[in-house]
């Protein structure tokens, strides 16, 4: 049987169950860090291909992609120290860290 984690949540929050497990589905399926290089990259080539044209709600679009990222930084971090602790090492010390900063 799998460890289970419970967790509060605001009262407001826009998170349900389904999302949280949502979530999990996708960070068990991709590591934090392939997560996190895949949007900065989609994020890059679309700028790049925009960078003359940029829409007039590029700045909220920016601050999308940078709240995700944030997450996603969070998520790499544990990642990463469980990598490390399943290896018998120090965090800084599994390979895969090097792509998270």
Same mark, same amino acid.
């Given at each position: 049987?799998?460890?289970?984690?419970?967790?509060?949540?605001?009262?407001? $929050?826009?998170? !349900?169950?389904?999302?949280?497990?949502?979530?999990?589905?996708? $960070?068990?399926?991709?590591?934090?860090?392939?997560?996190?290089? !895949?949007?900065?990259?989609?994020?890059? $080539?679309?700028?790049?291909?925009?960078?003359?044209?940029?829409?007039?709600?590029?700045?909220?679009?920016?601050?999308?992609?940078?709240?995700?990222?944030?997450?996603?930084?969070?998520?790499?971090?544990?990642?990463? !120290?469980?990598?490390?602790?399943?290896?018998?090492?120090?965090?800084?010390?599994?390979?895969?860290?090097?792509?998270?900063?």
């Amino acid at each position: 049987m799998e460890d289970q984690k419970t967790f509060s949540l605001p009262s407001g $929050t826009h998170l !349900t169950l389904e999302a949280i497990e949502a979530l999990h589905d996708i $960070t068990e399926n991709i590591s934090p860090i392939d997560l996190r290089n !895949t949007l900065m990259e989609l994020y890059q $080539t679309y700028v790049l291909q925009r960078c003359h044209d940029l829409p007039l709600t590029f700045e909220e679009l920016a601050s999308h992609v940078y709240s995700l990222d944030c997450l996603l930084k969070i998520l790499v971090d544990d990642y990463v !120290t469980r990598q490390g602790d399943r290896f018998g090492r120090e965090a800084a010390d599994v390979p895969e860290a090097a792509g998270s900063s």
